[in-house]
């Protein structure tokens, strides 16, 4: 298996993926075969007749929850595989600035006020923007020459606790007839309540924000020798990191904003990915986005079809999720190594 190039590793992902998508059209209670499917995208295309039944349910139901699975599963595994190469530490998830805590109170306030739907994924949006801001805020102003990566990292800490507090505060006084069920369901992970309009916005922030780190991928790759390396190199790390956190930001605030909270995720797929195509960045990141959209796509066609009912996202990706932290923890526990 080592023998075998990290490229090629990288194209058998792509079309598990791919396979995963067309087989997720299948997927549901209302039954579709592959022939159905592919009339349907024959008949988008002008080639041939399409039903109206299957139509309806391909195109305004399941492509949008496998775009979104796809692209929430990628967005949150790229920013944990960069978060995990700047920080130097395997343990790191995109939630430690404080992103996802910020995140779910801007959803809560939205939801407690009675807002559209759009408002709610703005708010959800800028409440994880707000949190990495302050975060990256109180880390700059004190750590003053130190440990700037621990002294932000320590910073997501308390922004997180803090944002966490205010969600509580907001769960305590919304109506537990009305708005609590609604706060605690969102709170949970789900794409169900995905639709083709609610895709646009936040696939252009995971775009934008995917660009510049691909593009840097190669000097991402250098802060994992820490910050003399690249300064020899005459790369500004300061700068660098900067980007990375913005851009990382920006990526799991948009996947939060249009799934809600899905756990583990940008934890675990970058360390499988890491398995199976090296520590390398320039590979890890596309790699990332593959492994995170498809094993997010698996666990949302188990989250739909295992039961009658239909299992909330973010209970299952952590319940699968648990064993293999414990596994990280033992393994990593006296560092990267």
């Known amino acids: 298996m080592s023998s075998v190039s990290p490229q090629f590793k990288l194209t058998i992902l792509l079309f598990l993926l791919i396979a995963m998508i067309f087989i997720s059209f299948l997927l549901g209670r209302f039954h579709l075969s ?34 979104g699975a796809v692209m929430v599963g990628a967005a949150l595994s790229v920013s944990g595989a960069a978060y995990q190469v700047m920080f130097r530490n395997p343990m790191v998830s995109p939630a430690i600035l404080g992103v996802s805590a910020g995140a779910a109170f801007g959803a809560a306030v939205a939801i407690l006020w009675s807002v559209p739907s759009f408002f709610v994924h703005a708010a959800t949006f800028l409440g994880g923007l707000c949190a990495v801001g302050i975060t990256y805020v109180i880390g700059a102003k004190f750590c003053r020459g130190g440990n700037t990566t621990l002294a932000i990292i320590l910073s997501g800490i308390i ?52 660009i510049p780190l691909f593009l840097l991928r190669w000097r ?69 986005a593959l492994m995170g959209g498809l094993s997010l796509l698996a666990s949302d066609n188990l989250a739909r079809t295992l039961w009658t009912m239909e299992i909330p996202l973010g209970i299952l990706t952590s319940l699968f999720g648990v064993p293999f932290f414990l596994y990280l923890l033992v393994k990593y526990h006296h560092g990267w190594d």
């Open 220 to 288: 991402i790759n250098l802060l994992s020798f820490g910050d003399e390396e690249p300064q020899t190199l005459g790369i500004p790390v300061e700068r660098l990191r900067l980007i990375v956190i913005l851009c990382a930001t920006l990526m799991t605030a948009a996947a939060v904003s249009l799934s809600g909270i899905i756990g583990l995720v940008g934890l675990i797929v970058p360390h499988l990915v890491r398995f199976i195509v090296g520590p390398d960045f320039r590979f890890l990141l596309p790699g990332s």
């Open 34 to 67: 592959a022939a159905d499917v592919i009339s349907v995208f024959g008949g988008w295309m002008g080639f041939v007749p399409e039903t109206r039944s299957a139509s309806h349910v391909v195109m305004e139901l399941r492509l949008p929850r496998i775009i």
């Open 159 to 210: 922004v997180s606790t803090l944002f966490t507090s205010l969600l509580s505060m907001i769960k305590y006084v919304a109506d537990p007839y009305d708005k609590l069920p609604v706060i605690v369901y969102w709170l949970m992970g789900s794409l169900a309540a995905i639709s083709p309009d609610s895709l646009f916005f936040p696939l252009v922030f995971m775009g934008a924000a995917f």
